[in-house]
Protein backbone atom coordinates (compact mmCIF):
# COMPACT_ATOMS: atom_id res chain seq x y z
CA UNK A 1 0.00 0.00 0.00
CA UNK A 2 1.64 3.40 -0.82
CA UNK A 3 2.06 5.71 1.63
CA UNK A 4 -0.58 7.74 0.71
CA UNK A 5 -2.68 5.25 1.44
CA UNK A 6 -1.94 4.92 5.39
CA UNK A 7 -3.65 8.27 5.77
CA UNK A 8 -6.22 7.34 8.58
CA UNK A 9 -8.90 9.36 7.01
CA UNK A 10 -7.74 6.90 3.85
CA UNK A 11 -7.71 4.04 6.00
CA UNK A 12 -10.96 4.28 7.76
CA UNK A 13 -12.77 4.61 4.19
CA UNK A 14 -11.08 1.79 2.67
CA UNK A 15 -12.24 -0.40 6.22
CA UNK A 16 -16.03 0.90 5.41
CA UNK A 17 -15.37 0.20 1.46
CA UNK A 18 -14.52 -2.96 2.57
CA UNK A 19 -17.54 -3.43 5.20
CA UNK A 20 -20.08 -2.66 2.46
CA UNK A 21 -19.19 -4.82 -0.25
CA UNK A 22 -18.90 -8.20 2.38
CA UNK A 23 -22.34 -9.59 -0.02
CA UNK A 24 -20.20 -9.23 -3.13
CA UNK A 25 -17.99 -12.29 -4.78
CA UNK A 26 -14.15 -12.31 -3.62
CA UNK A 27 -13.02 -10.94 -6.97
CA UNK A 28 -15.55 -8.27 -7.16
CA UNK A 29 -14.84 -7.01 -3.49
CA UNK A 30 -10.84 -7.41 -3.83
CA UNK A 31 -11.27 -5.49 -7.55
CA UNK A 32 -13.28 -2.65 -6.23
CA UNK A 33 -11.05 -2.13 -2.98
CA UNK A 34 -7.94 -2.05 -5.69
CA UNK A 35 -9.90 0.47 -8.00
CA UNK A 36 -10.37 2.93 -5.01
CA UNK A 37 -6.86 2.29 -3.51
CA UNK A 38 -5.72 3.14 -7.27
CA UNK A 39 -7.53 6.40 -7.41
CA UNK A 40 -6.99 7.51 -4.23
CA UNK A 41 -3.24 7.02 -4.95
CA UNK A 42 -3.11 8.83 -8.18
CA UNK A 43 -5.41 11.82 -7.06
CA UNK A 44 -3.74 12.37 -3.63
CA UNK A 45 0.25 11.90 -4.28
CA UNK A 46 2.89 11.37 -2.15
CA UNK A 47 2.10 13.59 0.81
CA UNK A 48 -1.34 14.76 1.07
CA UNK A 49 -2.61 17.23 4.01
CA UNK A 50 -6.28 16.56 5.79
CA UNK A 51 -8.29 18.49 3.69
CA UNK A 52 -7.18 17.07 0.10
CA UNK A 53 -7.89 13.58 1.60
CA UNK A 54 -10.99 14.87 2.90
CA UNK A 55 -12.02 16.04 -0.09
CA UNK A 56 -10.79 13.14 -2.77
CA UNK A 57 -13.10 11.27 -0.15
CA UNK A 58 -15.96 13.65 -0.72
CA UNK A 59 -15.77 13.30 -4.34
CA UNK A 60 -15.52 9.23 -3.94
CA UNK A 61 -19.11 9.46 -2.05
CA UNK A 62 -20.48 6.95 0.63
CA UNK A 63 -18.86 3.45 0.60
CA UNK A 64 -22.50 2.14 0.66
CA UNK A 65 -23.09 3.85 -3.09
CA UNK A 66 -19.51 2.47 -4.45
CA UNK A 67 -20.98 -0.65 -3.20
CA UNK A 68 -24.24 -0.40 -4.43
CA UNK A 69 -23.24 0.82 -8.14
CA UNK A 70 -21.32 -2.64 -8.23
CA UNK A 71 -24.06 -4.75 -7.16
CA UNK A 72 -26.74 -3.78 -9.74
CA UNK A 73 -28.32 -6.58 -11.30
CA UNK A 74 -26.86 -8.34 -14.29
CA UNK A 75 -28.12 -7.28 -17.31
CA UNK A 76 -30.43 -9.75 -19.25
CA UNK A 77 -28.77 -12.09 -21.90
CA UNK A 78 -29.61 -11.37 -25.42
CA UNK A 79 -31.92 -13.80 -26.96
CA UNK A 80 -30.82 -15.99 -30.49
CA UNK A 81 -31.36 -13.91 -33.38
CA UNK A 82 -32.47 -14.77 -36.37
CA UNK A 83 -29.05 -15.66 -37.93
CA UNK A 84 -28.90 -18.75 -34.78
CA UNK A 85 -32.20 -19.88 -35.02
CA UNK A 86 -31.19 -20.12 -39.06
CA UNK A 87 -28.32 -22.12 -38.34
CA UNK A 88 -29.93 -24.66 -36.11
CA UNK A 89 -32.69 -25.38 -37.55
CA UNK A 90 -31.22 -25.58 -41.28
CA UNK A 91 -28.63 -28.35 -39.41
CA UNK A 92 -31.72 -30.29 -38.28
CA UNK A 93 -33.88 -30.23 -41.44
CA UNK A 94 -31.41 -28.70 -44.18
CA UNK A 95 -30.77 -32.33 -45.33
CA UNK A 96 -34.47 -32.13 -47.03
CA UNK A 97 -33.35 -29.15 -49.32
CA UNK A 98 -30.82 -31.72 -51.05
CA UNK A 99 -28.26 -31.23 -48.40
CA UNK A 100 -27.59 -27.51 -49.10
CA UNK A 101 -29.66 -26.23 -46.70
CA UNK A 102 -27.42 -28.19 -44.14
CA UNK A 103 -24.18 -26.81 -45.70
CA UNK A 104 -25.94 -23.33 -45.67
CA UNK A 105 -26.53 -23.98 -41.68
CA UNK A 106 -23.07 -25.26 -40.95
CA UNK A 107 -22.08 -21.65 -42.71
CA UNK A 108 -24.17 -20.11 -40.43
CA UNK A 109 -23.01 -21.69 -37.33
CA UNK A 110 -19.88 -20.74 -38.42
CA UNK A 111 -20.60 -17.63 -38.73
CA UNK A 112 -22.66 -16.73 -35.74
CA UNK A 113 -20.61 -15.36 -32.75
CA UNK A 114 -23.42 -16.92 -30.23
CA UNK A 115 -21.37 -20.51 -29.72
CA UNK A 116 -17.63 -21.47 -28.87
CA UNK A 117 -15.73 -23.42 -31.34
CA UNK A 118 -16.07 -26.63 -29.67
CA UNK A 119 -19.87 -26.15 -30.10
CA UNK A 120 -19.63 -25.56 -33.25
CA UNK A 121 -17.94 -28.51 -34.15
CA UNK A 122 -20.57 -30.69 -31.97
CA UNK A 123 -22.98 -28.69 -34.24
CA UNK A 124 -21.25 -29.83 -37.66
CA UNK A 125 -20.44 -33.19 -36.54
CA UNK A 126 -23.40 -34.61 -34.61
CA UNK A 127 -25.41 -35.49 -37.32
CA UNK A 128 -24.27 -34.53 -40.65
CA UNK A 129 -27.62 -33.66 -42.83
CA UNK A 130 -29.68 -33.60 -39.53
CA UNK A 131 -33.36 -35.77 -39.60
CA UNK A 132 -33.22 -36.63 -43.21
CA UNK A 133 -29.59 -38.74 -42.80
CA UNK A 134 -31.90 -40.22 -39.91
CA UNK A 135 -34.19 -41.14 -42.16
CA UNK A 136 -32.58 -42.25 -44.90
CA UNK A 137 -30.42 -44.71 -42.78
CA UNK A 138 -33.90 -46.29 -41.23
CA UNK A 139 -35.01 -46.50 -44.15
CA UNK A 140 -32.39 -48.30 -45.31
CA UNK A 141 -32.21 -50.24 -42.56
CA UNK A 142 -35.52 -51.41 -42.30
CA UNK A 143 -36.69 -51.89 -46.00
CA UNK A 144 -33.31 -53.59 -46.52
CA UNK A 145 -33.16 -57.52 -47.81
CA UNK A 146 -31.89 -60.39 -46.13
CA UNK A 147 -30.96 -58.47 -43.32
CA UNK A 148 -31.05 -60.29 -40.03
CA UNK A 149 -33.37 -58.64 -37.86
CA UNK A 150 -32.15 -58.43 -33.95
CA UNK A 151 -35.42 -57.74 -32.85
CA UNK A 152 -38.25 -55.50 -32.43
CA UNK A 153 -36.88 -53.91 -29.33
CA UNK A 154 -33.77 -53.33 -30.58
CA UNK A 155 -34.99 -51.70 -33.62
CA UNK A 156 -36.75 -49.00 -31.37
CA UNK A 157 -33.77 -48.23 -29.45
CA UNK A 158 -31.59 -47.65 -32.74
CA UNK A 159 -34.59 -45.86 -34.36
CA UNK A 160 -35.13 -43.68 -30.92
CA UNK A 161 -30.91 -43.38 -31.09
CA UNK A 162 -30.81 -42.38 -34.54
CA UNK A 163 -33.59 -39.68 -34.26
CA UNK A 164 -32.66 -38.74 -30.89
CA UNK A 165 -29.40 -37.50 -31.63
CA UNK A 166 -29.94 -34.67 -33.86
CA UNK A 167 -32.67 -33.47 -31.53
CA UNK A 168 -30.25 -33.10 -29.00
CA UNK A 169 -27.45 -31.80 -30.52
CA UNK A 170 -29.91 -29.07 -31.69
CA UNK A 171 -30.78 -28.93 -27.68
CA UNK A 172 -27.49 -28.85 -27.02
CA UNK A 173 -26.86 -25.67 -29.50
CA UNK A 174 -29.77 -23.74 -27.95
CA UNK A 175 -28.40 -23.99 -24.72
CA UNK A 176 -25.21 -23.41 -25.14
CA UNK A 177 -25.53 -19.98 -27.39
CA UNK A 178 -24.51 -17.33 -25.36
CA UNK A 179 -24.70 -13.38 -26.16
Given at each position: ????????????????????????????????????????????????????????????????????????????????????????????LGGFLGGV?????????????????YDKVVGML??????????????????????????????????????????????????????
Open positions: MATELLHPLVRDYLDRVERATLDLPWNERRELLESVERHLAHRLGPAPTDSEVADALERLGPPDRLASGRCEPLPEPERLGGLEWAAISLLLGWLVGVFLLWFSNHWKWFWPFGLAASMMWVSGWMIGEGEARAGAVLDLIRTLAIFGVPLMTSAYLIRRARP
